[in-house]
């Protein structure tokens, strides 16, 4: 939905749409709860752990600093009206939601009992787990201590919720070790909901928690293998992919509009969708994760069709084609990807080989010793981008990256700055042939070399590093800890298990969420088996 109402700032903003039958809580995703709550009627904005860091308002406020929360509760009008305020959340109109049954709308307009059991079940929601023998007289001498000032049913509760959503039990996660077993239960449920949903349990895991269904790493994979089905996972796995190709934040893809009149801002948004359609097929149709570096299909709708060269009508929806005689190499050659790691005029090698290096292989690059500016084709007129790259990165302090970056990056030389495949690019004015050759040298030791972007799609698809790295990295976007915390060998129980399920994305996300939803195991102990 593109929100114009600031001509000179437009936002998108990205909405996944549910079912209100579908028997999940009022709130599907915990931060919008958190903020939803807090920014209407609450005066203690905090921060949850899984918050994105620095997250911001249209004017630049910080959402927990006291300006914003100020300027929400006082309906300051000064914000532009392209943001989205925050709306005022009457308590009537949250209760009016299937969050709560038809008895308990009911009790709560009758008398304070009724209250406390709506207090009670916000409560249980906000901490994950039933509210305990101590917390409830708290709950209660709260609630009291707001109807004795006076104050009505909804500002008790709206104060009285406030104190909940401060307190750490909401704030924080149980860890998975504690020593209660049956708050272990609902530590566990909690892992699992928010590594997979960023969203607080649905009623079917608390349910197998309070019944003891959550002990054995089976237990969890059934949950998970359940949970993965939920449209929210679907959210998750797309916004890490996004992160993991370092296109989570929507750069800004501008090109020089004498070289490319073409590539216009609608251009750019159809690529976003069309990286974003290729993910999603790869993923939850296949599952394959070689064929993220294989797959020679492209999405395109009758604008890219036009652009890129293929036979479409001008208003043809989606539809996955085979680009350029089956040259392409998933991920690794879709146009918005090699759009994004380009110069205005001009491909990128450097950065196309540090995205290779450090994303899809998991390499370690130090910055550079110094701040250098790029040799520009017109400064050196008679060199391709090859040579000029080579020749500016060819002195011993730059080589220690380099040495990996360089050739990474020539592999995609194939690929100018739109994502065009070419064979040759224009250099003084003649036409000079394109050096698509490269090579690696894997952390192993091993050496692989390759002419062009279907070649190094393999050598990526079958290397160990990448498995590796991108293990890592599917576990990090879920988990938000890094995978080793769950012991120096966890990194490669999961490579292996998702070599054996054939390198099945779906069935890694499984078996991260098993992992990491069992305590992590102490220094030293010995490795347990993968879990079933």
Same mark, same amino acid.
């Given at each position: 939905?593109?929100?114009?109402?600031?001509?000179?700032?437009?936002?998108?903003?990205?909405?996944?749409?549910?079912?209100?039958?579908?028997?999940?809580?009022?709130?599907?995703?915990?931060?919008?709860?958190?903020?939803?709550?807090?920014?209407?009627?609450?005066?203690?904005?905090?921060?949850?752990?899984?918050?994105?860091?620095?997250?911001?308002?249209?004017?630049?406020?910080?959402?927990?600093?006291?300006?914003?929360?100020?300027?929400?509760?006082?309906?300051?009008?000064?914000?532009?009206?392209?943001?989205?305020?925050?709306?005022?959340?009457?308590?009537?109109?949250?209760?009016?939601?299937?969050?709560?049954?038809?008895?308990?709308? =009911?009790?709560?307009?009758?008398? +304070?009992?009724?209250?406390? #059991?709506? /207090? *009670?079940? !916000?409560?249980? %929601?906000?901490? @994950?787990?039933?509210?305990?023998?101590?917390?409830?007289?708290?709950?209660?001498?709260?609630?009291?201590?707001?109807?004795?000032?006076?104050?009505?049913?909804?500002?008790?509760?709206?104060?009285?919720?406030?104190?909940?959503?401060?307190?750490?039990?909401?704030?924080?996660?149980?860890?998975?070790?504690?020593?209660?077993?049956?708050?272990?239960?609902?530590?566990?449920?909690?892992?699992?909901?928010?590594?997979?949903?960023?969203?607080?349990?649905?009623?079917?895991?608390?349910?197998?928690?309070?019944?003891?269904?959550?002990?054995?790493?089976?237990?969890?994979?059934?949950? =998970?293998?359940?949970?993965?089905? +939920?449209?929210?996972?679907? #959210?998750? /796995? *797309?916004? !890490?992919?996004? %992160?993991?190709? @370092?296109?989570?934040?929507?750069?800004?893809?501008?090109?020089?509009?004498?070289?490319?009149?073409?590539?216009?801002?609608?251009?750019?948004?159809?690529?976003?969708?069309?990286?974003?359609?290729?993910?999603?097929?790869?993923?939850?149709?296949?599952?394959?994760?070689?064929?993220?570096?294989?797959?020679?299909?492209?999405?395109?709708?009758?604008?890219?069709?036009?652009?890129?060269?293929?036979?479409?009508?001008?208003?043809?929806?989606?539809?996955?084609?085979?680009?350029?005689?089956?040259?392409?190499?998933?991920?690794?050659?879709?146009?918005?990807?090699?759009?994004?790691? =380009?110069?205005?005029?001009?491909?990128?090698?450097?950065?196309?080989?540090?995205?290779?290096?450090?994303?899809?292989?998991?390499?370690?690059?130090?910055?550079?010793?110094?701040?250098?500016?790029?040799?520009?084709?017109?400064?050196?007129?008679?060199?391709?981008?090859?040579?000029?790259?080579?020749?500016?990165?060819?002195?011993?302090?730059?080589?220690?990256?380099?040495?990996?970056?360089?050739?990474?990056?020539?592999?995609?030389?194939?690929?100018?700055?739109?994502?065009?495949?070419?064979?040759?690019?224009?250099?003084?004015?003649?036409?000079?042939?394109?050096?698509?050759?490269?090579?690696?040298?894997?952390?192993?030791?091993?050496?692989?070399?390759?002419?062009?972007?279907?070649?190094?799609?393999?050598?990526?698809?079958?290397?160990?590093?990448?498995?590796?790295?991108?293990?890592?990295?599917?576990?990090?976007?879920?988990?938000?800890?890094?995978?080793?915390?769950?012991?120096?060998?966890?990194?490669?129980?999961?490579?292996?298990?998702?070599?054996?399920?054939?390198?099945?994305?779906?069935?890694?996300?499984?078996?991260?969420?098993?992992?990491?939803?069992?305590?992590?195991?102490?220094?030293?102990?010995?490795?347990?088996?993968?879990?079933?």
């Amino acid at each position: 939905i593109e929100i114009t109402g600031d001509p000179d700032h437009p936002q998108t903003v990205e909405f996944l749409l549910l079912p209100r039958d579908c028997g999940t809580p009022v709130v599907h995703n915990w931060k919008g709860l958190y903020y939803e709550y807090a920014a209407g009627f609450f005066s203690n904005q905090r921060t949850l752990p899984l918050d994105p860091p620095n997250a911001q308002d249209a004017r630049g406020f910080p959402v927990d600093s006291p300006e914003f929360i100020a300027a929400v509760k006082a309906k300051d009008t000064s914000y532009p009206a392209s943001w989205l305020q925050f709306q005022k959340y009457e308590i009537e109109t949250f209760y009016r939601h299937q969050w709560l049954t038809p008895e308990e709308r =009911a009790a709560l307009s009758a008398d +304070d009992s009724g209250a406390m #059991a709506v /207090v *009670r079940k !916000l409560a249980a %929601a906000a901490f @994950r787990r039933p509210v305990s023998a101590a917390e409830d007289p708290w709950l209660s001498s709260f609630y009291k201590q707001c109807r004795d000032e006076g104050l009505g049913l909804d500002d008790s509760i709206r104060l009285t919720a406030e104190m909940i959503f401060a307190s750490a039990a909401a704030r924080t996660l149980l860890p998975t070790d504690v020593g209660d077993p049956a708050l272990r239960q609902y530590a566990i449920a909690a892992r699992l909901s928010f590594g997979l949903w960023d969203s607080i349990p649905d009623d079917a895991l608390l349910e197998a928690a309070a019944a003891g269904r959550l002990v054995t790493p089976a237990d969890v994979r059934r949950e =998970a293998e359940r949970m993965v089905a +939920d449209p929210r996972t679907r #959210a998750k /796995v *797309r916004d !890490l992919l996004f %992160a993991w190709l @370092r296109v989570d934040l929507g750069p800004e893809v501008v090109k020089d509009a004498t070289l490319h009149p073409d590539f216009t801002p609608e251009v750019a948004a159809d690529l976003r969708t069309s990286l974003d359609l290729l993910l999603d097929d790869v993923v939850w149709r296949d599952g394959g994760f070689r064929r993220l570096f294989t797959a020679e299909e492209v999405p395109v709708n009758g604008r890219l069709a036009a652009f890129y060269g293929a036979d479409l009508p001008a208003d043809a929806a989606f539809t996955a084609l085979r680009l350029d005689d089956g040259a392409r190499a998933g991920v690794l050659t879709h146009p918005y990807l090699l759009s994004v790691l =380009a110069y205005p005029a001009a491909s990128s090698p450097i950065h196309r080989g540090v995205f290779l290096a450090r994303s899809v292989l998991g390499n370690v690059l130090s910055p550079p010793p110094e701040a250098v500016v790029p040799l520009a084709a017109d400064e050196a007129p008679g060199l391709t981008t090859r040579e000029r790259v080579t020749a500016q990165t060819a002195a011993a302090a730059c080589q220690s990256c380099h040495a990996v970056i360089n050739p990474l990056g020539f592999a995609l030389e194939e690929f100018d700055a739109v994502g065009r495949r070419r064979g040759s690019e224009t250099v003084g004015g003649a036409e000079r042939s394109v050096d698509a050759s490269g090579s690696y040298t894997s952390r192993a030791g091993g050496s692989a070399g390759f002419r062009g972007a279907r070649e190094l799609g393999l050598a990526c698809a079958s290397s160990r590093d990448a498995q590796e790295a991108f293990v890592q990295a599917v576990f990090h976007g879920l988990v938000k800890q890094p995978v080793r915390a769950w012991g120096p060998d966890a990194l490669d129980r999961l490579r292996i298990r998702f070599e054996e399920d054939g390198f099945d994305v779906r069935r890694l996300v499984v078996d991260i969420m098993v992992t990491a939803a069992l305590p992590p195991r102490t220094a030293g102990a010995a490795a347990p088996p993968v879990p079933p």
